[in-house]
């Protein structure tokens, strides 16, 4: 079955202490993503990848690093967690079309819920 | 990318058509009118995408007026697991600058039995 994975799916931790978000799509997809979710902001793309070894920041990258060293997998690391990095976090990825222009529909994954006190 | 604008809730009985609005009067000629919808904190799940000509898949129908200022999603049978946040989503499909959606506080849509 066709799908973006992400563990830990729920997450309780506490200021200053070094976490990752996985995330694996099984599609072969080249484009991957995070956003992060917050009440009355909606979703906000936090930093992206184009493919292998290439990535870039997006709206609301400040407190995070993601790596892309495998086309599957696509971590996000939050360094030193803070109370306002609270939030549910979407790990999405999708195909880089042909004409180089990205494909329409991209996949998401169920989400992680973080807390950090 | 263009803004839409969404009304914040409908209703619809299970079994009816849901229609849902969406307006993006400013929307270029070369932007795509995307449909995602999230179930409650789910992740957000592709339904749709039109350009100019309407659209039709398993999941719903996509209007969009010969202008282009606005579209309409079509459920044509709601059921109640229809009931979540329909994201309307203009955008240009570019190379260099990801794949980027940008949603907006969308439509919550209520089935009703």
């Known amino acids: 079955e066709a799908q973006v994975t992400q563990n830990p799916r729920y997450l309780i931790t506490v200021t200053g202490k070094k976490l990752t978000v996985t995330c694996s799509q099984n599609?072969?997809?080249?484009?991957m993503s995070w956003y992060r979710q917050d009440p009355g902001l909606g979703l906000r793309q936090i930093y992206y990848s184009m493919n292998v070894e290439v990535t870039d920041k997006g709206d609301v990258p400040e407190g995070y690093k993601v790596s892309r060293k495998e086309k599957r997998n696509f971590p996000l690391i939050l360094e030193s967690p803070s109370p306002n990095q609270t939030s549910l976090y979407f790990c999405a990825s999708s195909l880089k079309g042909s004409t180089n222009l990205y494909q329409e529909t991209q996949y998401f994954g169920p989400g992680t819920r973080l807390l950090v006190l | 990318d263009a803004k839409t604008t969404q009304p914040p809730s409908m209703d619809c009985a299970e079994g009816r058509a849901a229609n849902l609005p969406c307006n993006h009067s400013t929307i270029s000629g070369n932007e795509y009118v995307y449909w995602y919808r999230q179930i409650h904190s789910q992740g957000p799940q592709y339904i749709i995408h039109?350009?100019?000509n309407n659209e039709t898949n398993e999941m719903a129908s996509l209007i969009i007026t010969e202008d282009r200022k606005s579209s309409t999603l079509i459920l044509p049978h709601a059921t109640l697991r229809d009931t979540a946040v329909y994201y309307c989503i203009v955008r240009v499909a570019r190379y260099n600058q990801g794949g980027k959606l940008i949603f907006g506080q969308g439509t919550e849509l209520s089935v009703k039995p």
């Open positions: 039109g350009l100019k």
């Open positions: 599609m072969n997809h080249e484009y």
